[in-house]
């Protein structure tokens, strides 16, 4: 049935064109509602040192709902403004928890996160591993995850995350009847904590770097803010026209804006910031992808990046869907060579 209804989408709407990347950007942006948003009365929660990291827990407010809450991570005695990167938590199923799933704080993992970072991270908080290769690395809660969560009723992690996958579609319903989207909410809370973390003295260069959801918020900031200079993308990269047979209803609906296939596919949007650096690491063994879908991806971003070869890098893992340590490590080694040359 879908494959006949894609046929007459293709016919009727023109679905997946390939617009220039400037111009893809601009109408995907609108299409998505994206929220223009800020980091209003930023606080300081409490500070920490940890070793030769030191820490700190943020809040501010978007203007609506729960205060966003942060770290922000850095070498402890480090002198002199440092690249920065946002590091963007995943979705996991995993909604009691946010920036937690990727970042110690100064009272260390809660326990319900080690199964997801065994799992998905090779066991550990890459974004102190990140930070203490020289960066100052900022963790944002997103709407929806950890601080920014719904009053669903349930005050538990186990329970919460059962009550809040099924309530997912409910936020995404009301975004669209407010003229945006699940996807353009949540990609103005990340353009929001990004610029906070440009406007920092300490903070030079920022990138960012995200896996599955956060690797979906990573390529959204990556195209819509010009000042993101490098963007690492980790098991989140397949054409949508690949994934129409069993792997659309496996993803968030973050993924799914509705205009976003009347201009372009999904590798399209990921590549519309083409020449600024790009590393997408796709893992091979990936139940949420197919590895046709990968491919094809790859190749559409080559496309887009035939003018300036040397900025995309493509990383094939032999793994299942995971940013593990070797991932982390390439991405750390590639966002140095971006940020701090």
């Known amino acids: 049935m879908f494959a006949e209804l894609a046929?007459?989408?293709?016919?009727?709407?023109?679905?997946?064109?390939?617009?220039?990347g400037p111009e893809l950007r601009s109408a995907a942006r609108a299409a998505l509602g994206v929220l223009d948003l800020s980091a209003q009365d930023v606080r300081v929660e409490r500070s920490w040192t940890d070793g030769d990291l030191a820490g700190e827990e943020l809040s501010w407010s978007v203007g609506f709902g729960p205060r966003t809450h942060a770290y922000l991570l850095r070498p402890r005695d480090a002198a002199?403004?440092?690249?920065?990167?946002?590091?963007?938590?995943c979705h996991g199923g995993m909604k009691w928890f946010g920036k937690e799933k990727i970042a110690d704080g100064p009272s260390g993992p809660p326990p319900e996160i080690q199964s997801v970072r065994d799992r998905l991270y090779g066991g550990r908080a890459y974004a102190n591993e990140l930070a203490g290769r020289g960066f100052a690395v900022l963790v944002p809660d997103v709407l929806t995850w950890g601080s920014r969560r719904f009053p669903l009723g349930v005050d538990e992690p186990g329970p919460y995350d059962a009550a809040a996958k099924e309530h997912e579609h409910v936020v995404a319903k009301h975004c669209a009847a407010l003229g945006t989207s699940f996807a353009g909410v949540t990609a103005g809370e990340d353009l929001a904590a990004a610029a906070y973390l440009r406007s920092r003295p300490d903070v030079g260069p920022v990138g960012c770097v995200g896996l599955s959801g956060g690797g979906l918020r990573a390529a959204l900031l990556g195209a819509f803010d010009p000042d993101i200079r490098a963007v690492v993308v980790a098991a989140m990269v397949s054409s949508f026209r690949d994934m129409l047979d069993g792997y659309v209803e496996k993803h968030t609906w973050m993924l799914w804006p509705s205009e976003l296939p009347r201009l372009g596919d999904w590798p399209d949007l990921v590549a519309a910031r083409a020449p600024e650096p790009l590393m997408v690491q796709y893992a091979l063994r990936d139940r949420l992808f197919p590895e046709p879908g990968m491919r094809r991806a790859h190749a559409m971003i080559e496309e887009r990046y035939r003018e300036a070869p040397d900025a995309y890098e493509a990383v094939w893992a032999d793994v299942p869907h995971s940013f593990d340590v070797p991932m982390q490590e390439r991405a750390f080694d590639w966002l140095a060579r971006h940020l701090k040359d």
Not at 80 to 89: D, I, K, S, T, Y
């Open 80 to 89: 002199g403004p440092l690249p920065g990167v946002v590091a963007l938590h």
């Open 7 to 20: 046929g007459i989408t293709a016919a009727q709407f023109g679905v997946y064109p390939s617009l220039p």
